[in-house]
T-cell receptor, first 112, second 107 residues
Framework: NAGVTQTPKFRILKIGQSMTLQCAQDMNHNYMYWYRQDPGMGLKLIYYSVGAGITDKGEVPNGYNVSRSTTEDFPLRLELAAPSQTSVYFC???????????FGPGTRLTVT | RKEVEQDPGPFNVPEGATVAFNCTYSNSASQSFFWYRQDCRKEPKLLMSVYSSGNEDGRFTAQLNRASQYISLLIRDSKLSDSATYLCVSDFNKFYFGSGTKLNVKP
């Protein structure tokens, strides 16, 4: 099993550009999550999904969009990138709401 | 008020020392608690779940105090390889991560 994979590993965006961060898991987990982690800070939940076709906002959803068309994939879309979106983005999955979350290796995004 | 609060540290301890971290949570209805470990520039990984009765895994002991709404992590006989940031997590519908406590174990 590859677990949770994320692409790309690094990306530099100019202000106003858009991009999609990819996340895939091969553990057949229903729950998937997107977090951002700013330097020296904890993880903040952006969006999560409890199954294909179902998504919901977390603490910091503004400036992002998600979709969940399959159990395996949970892409995160950034529209009109801003410097405040410079961060490390982690995708995670879990079998259910009270279970361990498995994290991908992260995407380091810089917006200049 | 933050859902989960931790002392950011850093805790600088010599090898072999015992070190303890506390973490407070604000929602008394939280049901699940965890400690995650995060190495520099890496993803968080589960260290251990925290059960109501307390639990131990080798050199690591986790405790939950519902009356005072805190969880703790005790590390005995610290190793150099224990150097990392430790994140506490409470779960009430969603995971809430603390900002992490940095541990440096020195030779």
């Amino acid at each position: 099993n590859a677990g949770v994979t994320q692409t790309p590993k690094f990306r530099i965006l100019k202000i106003g550009q858009s991009m999609t961060l990819q996340c895939a898991q091969d553990m057949n987990h229903n729950y998937m999550y997107w977090y951002r982690q700013d330097p020296g800070m904890g993880l903040k939940l952006i969006y999560y999904s409890v199954g294909a076709g179902i998504t919901d906002k977390g603490e910091v959803p503004n400036g992002y969009n998600v979709s969940r068309s399959t159990t395996e994939d949970f892409p995160l879309r950034l529209e009109l990138a801003a410097p405040s979106q410079t961060s490390v983005y982690f995708c995670a999955s879990s079998p259910g709401p009270d279970f361990e979350q498995y994290f991908g290796p992260g995407t380091r995004l810089t917006v200049t | 008020r933050k859902e989960v609060e931790q002392d950011p540290g850093p805790f600088n301890v010599p090898e072999g020392a015992t070190v303890a971290f506390n973490c407070t949570y604000s929602n008394s209805a939280s049901q699940s608690f965890f400690w995650y470990r995060q190495d520099c520039r890496k993803e968080p990984k589960l260290l251990m779940s925290v059960y109501s009765s307390g639990n131990e895994d080798g050199r690591f002991t986790a405790q939950l105090n519902r009356a005072s709404q805190y969880i703790s992590l005790l590390i005995r006989d610290s190793k150099l390889s224990d150097s990392a940031t430790y994140l506490c997590v409470s779960d009430f519908n969603k995971f809430y991560f603390g900002s992490g406590t940095k541990l440096n174990v020195k030779p």
